[in-house]
């Protein structure tokens, strides 16, 4: 199994970004998908998470509105479309799926929010 995220960046606060997630070796529209945030000294957050089919998502309070996740199962990816971005939103992203028993990680994507 492999997650690897892209799309982090600086942005200024109101900006926008799209983060993406390439998954590789397993079968990935049978499963559902998450994103986490983590800023260092605090406990890792989730953010979003999307089932199989991409019918059904769910979203911390705190993106609720401003974040979207999708993704595109021929493309084995899930994508985090983030709007409206604060300065709070600042953390490292992380894809995230739970197969087998096990948690799965990618290597995360830097976002800062920075004027």
């Known amino acids: 199994v492999q997650l690897v995220e892209s799309g982090g960046g600086l942005v200024q606060p109101g900006g926008s970004l799209r983060l993406s997630c390439a998954a590789s070796g397993f079968t990935f529209s049978n499963y559902g998908m998450r994103w986490y945030r983590h800023v260092p000294g605090k406990e890792r957050e989730f953010v979003a998470s999307i089932d199989k089919a991409g019918r059904s998502t769910n979203y911390a309070d705190s993106v609720k509105d401003r974040f979207t996740i999708s993704r595109d199962n021929a493309k084995n990816t899930v994508y985090l479309e983030m709007n409206s971005l604060k300065p709070d939103d600042t953390a490292v992203y992380y894809c995230?799926?739970?197969?087998?028993?096990?948690?799965?990680w990618g290597q995360g994507t830097q976002v800062t929010v920075s004027s």
């Open positions: 995230n799926t739970f197969l087998l028993f096990a948690q799965y």
